[in-house]
């Protein structure tokens, strides 16, 4: 189901699936690639995410960013990314029954949730291909169930990057590596989907 909800900088784009058992108040919210570089909710390795979570029984949220096809507002930086990410947060708990919250995100879309893991007081994290390399890392250090997935070919993000910065944190995420695989997971998506399977059964 595609909507539109208020966000900080306008009207976002949404696309939701209540959660597959009744009983369940799971939710996972999936943050996309970098909107200047053509990242969208449609990308492939967003929608493998969202179809492991449902098969699991978790709701999912996916959305464009300020400024994606049908969102309102423009890039920035960053920042206003994480108040996007932030309004959905709230507008879910306000609407859906949500007993437990993962926040999931691949390349720019990492970034963005674990910039807010804390402040939203989610219950778990998962990154895909975290842009290490390319934004400020420094300040981030989650201390929820943290799931991570790199690809060990890697063209965008520099995959060593990313294991020299996990090996510094005081609390290092579950990673599921795999060596063969490019930064779009060209090829791997059946991985990538039995990867969510075995973390989160």
């Known amino acids: 189901m595609k909507q539109l909800i208020d966000g900080a900088a306008g009207k976002l784009q949404i696309r939701m699936t209540r959660p597959g058992h009744s009983s369940s108040a799971k939710w ?6 970098h909107p200047q570089f053509g990242g969208t909710m449609n990308n492939k390795v967003i929608t493998t995410l969202e179809r492991a979570f449902q098969r699991l029984g978790y709701g999912t949220l996916s959305y464009n960013f300020r400024g994606v096809e049908a969102s309102e507002g423009h890039y920035d930086g960053g920042e206003g990314e994480q108040q996007d990410l932030a309004s959905l947060v709230t507008w879910l708990r306000q609407t859906e029954s949500v007993s437990h919250i993962t926040l999931a995100g691949f390349s720019f879309g990492s970034y963005i949730a674990l910039k807010q893991v804390e402040h939203l007081k989610a219950d778990a994290i998962c990154t895909v291909a975290p842009p290490v390399s390319m934004m400020d890392f420094s300040s981030i250090a989650p201390k929820v169930p943290w799931v991570l997935i790199q690809g060990g070919q890697d063209e965008v993000i520099d995959s060593k990057e990313v294991l020299d910065w996990l090996w510094h944190l005081p609390k290092q995420p579950d990673v599921y590596w795999r060596a063969e695989a490019s930064h779009f997971f060209h ?8 990867v969510i399977a075995m973390a989160y059964h």
């Open 28 to 33: 996972v919210v999936l943050s996309h690639p």
């Open 187 to 194: 090829g791997q998506l059946v991985w990538l989907k039995k």
